[in-house]
Structure formats: structure tokens, C-alpha cells
């Protein structure tokens, strides 16, 4: 970037960043430090099928933004540049259902998405095996952010389907990596009895960064991100320590962008500890957001309701969903329970005079925050 010395400004050509896109969220940096052990794991568990077998199944889980979905596709793209494993990452919080799942895994095998005018699941599972027969070839899944498949009654169901492929298809070797982010929780137990006889995974615990190792991290994302002398050691500091309040390295990483975007506003060379406080109130939501850009028209609808009548009763809540989307209450009362599970609302119990026990529901955010964020 030109030196400015006379007014320190950035001119309207340039900007604070070498390379914004390494701030981005999926963004898989070259260097993964302090999750050696967790990498160890999930190698030891999928080096059989480097060798030709099927490999052990494994369970990542941790808080979000530790490592987890990084540490797979590290893994991912090492396996896929040195061997002919071939390996599948699906998003649950995109596809949700055993059936959209292995609409991926067929689409990451065949490299093309099967018929649109619809094919039955046996047929479309047939296809996947007869083709890892034939091939040879080892295929392991991952599923990150299992736990959606847990809020949606998939789980079992689809893990059932991976797991007992070998029994259906006499030669399929299929391992499963299940990366989820919710901590209250237990994959094993939530599963039916059929799928815990024959799920016994290899355990990769992800802790949450400690304020050292996220100044590190945020450190190498800054050397890559920005030109030189953008941020300065208070800065980073600052960062670091919100970082570490929030418990997730998301909002250091995107609180870093909107800092720099802002200190572009200000067509600033650096960026300064206001650019980093004003950029927060947003950043602070990196989890809110993700979550809810992951729910459908139906389940957003009700979180604006919600977001409109905070903290009232569930049936009362219950009319005006019911007005706006025309779905019952069966379908109404599964998407609390779903955003209660995500950590968007809470769903409590009490005691109303004349109506026995009823739900009450409000926001674990602000309203204002919720609603923004539904608008962006």
C-alpha cells in the first residue's frame, strides 16, 4: 500500500486489506495450530481406508467456532490430493434429510446431481454403493453440524443407512464423521438402540482456543488478511479479548473485516480501537446469524412472531403464526423445540391462572438484533 505521509489517508483506490477473502468464514487457512491432537484422531481412524478398508468412525465435537469444520476439510483435501479416498462434507444445516444427504453423497461421487424429476432412496443408494463397489474405492462422510439432523428426526435414519452399507451392498466401505456443535447434546444416547449397536466412534474433542492461542490465530489471519502496520499489537489485543469473551474464533475472524471495512470508511490507514468497538456490535452476532440464515421460510416466519411478541404465552404466540403461514399446531409446536435446541429462544414452562401449564417464549437475544438480522 503507498505511504501517505503528509495526510495518512487512503486514497480511493486503495485499501487496509492484502486479502479480504482470508476473513471469511469458510475460509481454510495453511496453517491449523493447537489442534495437533484432534488431527491425530481423525488420521488414526481413517488410515485403514488409505489401505483399502473401511475406516473407524469418528465424533468431533466442541463448541462452535474451534477448529472442528477446518480440521476435516484439512484432512478432506490431504486425502483427496495423496489417495483415492474418496471423501463427501454435507452441511446439515443446509441438508437435513437422509434423503438430501445422499443426494450430496451421490453428487460428490458421480459428480453430477442425480434426476431432479425425483429418484426413489433405495434406487439412490443402490447407485452410490454399486458405484464404490465397482470403483473400489473408499468413501468416508462427513456430517457437519450433525445435530440439525437430531432437531429434524433425521439422525438415526441416515446414520443407520451409512453405517449398515456394507450389510446391503456386499463390498461398500463407507466411514462417517459426525461434527457436532451443541454441547448439551449426546449424540450416542439420542440415537435408536439399532444404530448405537453398530456406531462406536473414535472421540475428537475440540476445545474452546485459550486467549493466547487466539491471539496467535487472529495474529497469522492479520499478516495474511492486512497490509503491514493496519493493526497494531492494542488492537489485536482488543480483538483477541473479545474473541475469548464470545468463547468463538467466528467473531474474531469477522470482527477483524468490519474493522478494517470501517477504518476504510474513515479512509484510515490503520484501525483503530473505536473501529473495533463499533464493529463488534455486529460482530457479536456472527452465531446468531448463522444460525438463523440456515432455517427455512417457515421456521424464520416464526422467529419474527416471536421477535413481535416477546415473551408471551405460546398459544397467543401459536395465532399469530398461525395467521401468517396457515401451518397447525403439530408443525408449529416442532419448530419451537427445534429453535429451542439451536439457542435462539427459550421455551419455559409455567403455571397461568385458569390455563394450567402453558409455554412461554422469548428471544435469548434482543428483539432488535433478531429482527436486523432476519432482514440482512
Given at each position: 500500500m503507498a505511504d501517505d505521509p503528509d495526510e495518512g489517508m487512503l486514497s480511493w483506490d486503495e485499501s487496509v486489506f492484502r486479502e479480504e477473502h482470508v476473513f471469511e468464514i469458510d475460509y481454510v487457512p495453511e496453517t491449523f495450530e493447537h489442534r495437533a491432537s484432534q488431527m491425530q484422531s481423525l488420521q488414526y481412524a481413517l488410515r485403514p481406508a488409505v489401505r483399502g478398508s473401511r475406516p473407524l468412525n469418528v465424533m468431533a465435537r466442541g463448541p462452535p467456532g474451534t477448529g472442528k469444520t477446518t480440521a476435516v476439510q484439512k484432512l478432506f483435501d490431504e486425502l483427496s490430493a495423496q489417495t483415492d479416498v474418496r471423501t463427501v462434507r454435507v452441511n446439515c444445516q443446509v441438508d437435513s434429510t437422509r434423503y438430501a444427504i445422499f443426494s450430496r453423497i451421490f453428487e460428490g461421487i458421480f459428480e453430477y446431481e442425480p434426476p431432479s424429476s425425483g429418484i426413489s432412496f433405495k434406487k439412490l443408494f443402490r447407485q452410490i454403493?454399486?458405484?464404490l463397489v465397482e470403483e473400489d474405492e473408499v468413501l468416508v462422510v462427513a456430517l457437519d453440524d450433525v445435530n440439525y439432523l437430531?432437531?429434524?428426526?433425521e439422525a438415526s435414519d441416515t446414520l443407520y443407512s451409512l453405517l449398515r452399507a456394507h450389510e446391503a451392498h456386499s463390498g461398500a466401505k463407507i466411514g462417517v464423521i459426525v461434527v457436532s456443535s451443541d454441547l448439551n447434546l449426546?449424540?450416542?444416547?439420542?440415537?435408536?438402540?439399532?444404530v448405537q449397536s453398530v456406531f462406536r466412534p473414535e472421540d475428537a474433542y475440540f476445545p474452546v482456543y485459550d486467549r493466547e492461542e487466539i491471539i496467535g490465530i487472529l495474529g497469522e489471519r492479520v499478516k495474511r488478511g492486512f497490509h503491514e502496520?493496519?493493526?497494531?499489537?492494542?488492537?489485536?489485543?482488543?480483538?483477541?479479548?473479545?474473541?475469548?469473551?464470545s468463547g468463538d474464533l467466528r467473531v474474531g475472524i469477522d470482527l477483524l473485516r468490519r474493522a478494517g471495512l470501517n477504518a476504510e470508511m474513515r479512509a484510515s490507514?490503520?484501525?483503530?480501537?473505536?473501529?473495533?468497538?463499533?464493529?463488534?456490535?455486529?460482530?457479536?452476532f456472527v452465531h446468531l446469524s448463522h444460525s438463523l440464515h440456515a432455517l427455512s421460510d417457515n421456521e424464520v416466519a416464526l422467529v419474527r412472531v416471536i421477535a413481535e411478541h416477546d415473551g408471551e404465552q405460546a398459544g397467543d404466540v401459536y395465532e399469530a403464526f398461525h395467521d401468517e403461514t396457515d401451518l397447525g399446531y403439530?408443525?408449529?409446536?416442532?419448530?419451537?423445540?427445534?429453535?429451542?435446541?439451536?439457542?435462539?429462544?427459550?421455551?419455559?414452562?409455567?403455571n397461568v391462572e385458569g390455563r394450567g401449564r402453558s409455554r412461554s417464549l422469548s428471544l435469548r437475544y434482543d428483539p432488535d438484533a433478531v429482527l436486523a438480522r432476519l432482514d440482512d
Amino acid at each position: 500500500m503507498a505511504d501517505d505521509p503528509d495526510e495518512g489517508m487512503l486514497s480511493w483506490d486503495e485499501s487496509v486489506f492484502r486479502e479480504e477473502h482470508v476473513f471469511e468464514i469458510d475460509y481454510v487457512p495453511e496453517t491449523f495450530e493447537h489442534r495437533a491432537s484432534q488431527m491425530q484422531s481423525l488420521q488414526y481412524a481413517l488410515r485403514p481406508a488409505v489401505r483399502g478398508s473401511r475406516p473407524l468412525n469418528v465424533m468431533a465435537r466442541g463448541p462452535p467456532g474451534t477448529g472442528k469444520t477446518t480440521a476435516v476439510q484439512k484432512l478432506f483435501d490431504e486425502l483427496s490430493a495423496q489417495t483415492d479416498v474418496r471423501t463427501v462434507r454435507v452441511n446439515c444445516q443446509v441438508d437435513s434429510t437422509r434423503y438430501a444427504i445422499f443426494s450430496r453423497i451421490f453428487e460428490g461421487i458421480f459428480e453430477y446431481e442425480p434426476p431432479s424429476s425425483g429418484i426413489s432412496f433405495k434406487k439412490l443408494f443402490r447407485q452410490i454403493t454399486e458405484k464404490l463397489v465397482e470403483e473400489d474405492e473408499v468413501l468416508v462422510v462427513a456430517l457437519d453440524d450433525v445435530n440439525y439432523l437430531f432437531y429434524e428426526g433425521e439422525a438415526s435414519d441416515t446414520l443407520y443407512s451409512l453405517l449398515r452399507a456394507h450389510e446391503a451392498h456386499s463390498g461398500a466401505k463407507i466411514g462417517v464423521i459426525v461434527v457436532s456443535s451443541d454441547l448439551n447434546l449426546d449424540v450416542i444416547e439420542e440415537l435408536d438402540t439399532r444404530v448405537q449397536s453398530v456406531f462406536r466412534p473414535e472421540d475428537a474433542y475440540f476445545p474452546v482456543y485459550d486467549r493466547e492461542e487466539i491471539i496467535g490465530i487472529l495474529g497469522e489471519r492479520v499478516k495474511r488478511g492486512f497490509h503491514e502496520g493496519v493493526i497494531g499489537p492494542e488492537v489485536l489485543e482488543r480483538v483477541a479479548e473479545l474473541t475469548a469473551e464470545s468463547g468463538d474464533l467466528r467473531v474474531g475472524i469477522d470482527l477483524l473485516r468490519r474493522a478494517g471495512l470501517n477504518a476504510e470508511m474513515r479512509a484510515s490507514r490503520t484501525v483503530s480501537l473505536q473501529d473495533v468497538e463499533d464493529a463488534y456490535e455486529k460482530s457479536k452476532f456472527v452465531h446468531l446469524s448463522h444460525s438463523l440464515h440456515a432455517l427455512s421460510d417457515n421456521e424464520v416466519a416464526l422467529v419474527r412472531v416471536i421477535a413481535e411478541h416477546d415473551g408471551e404465552q405460546a398459544g397467543d404466540v401459536y395465532e399469530a403464526f398461525h395467521d401468517e403461514t396457515d401451518l397447525g399446531y403439530t408443525r408449529y409446536s416442532e419448530i419451537i423445540n427445534k429453535l429451542d435446541q439451536l439457542g435462539i429462544i427459550d421455551a419455559t414452562y409455567t403455571n397461568v391462572e385458569g390455563r394450567g401449564r402453558s409455554r412461554s417464549l422469548s428471544l435469548r437475544y434482543d428483539p432488535d438484533a433478531v429482527l436486523a438480522r432476519l432482514d440482512d
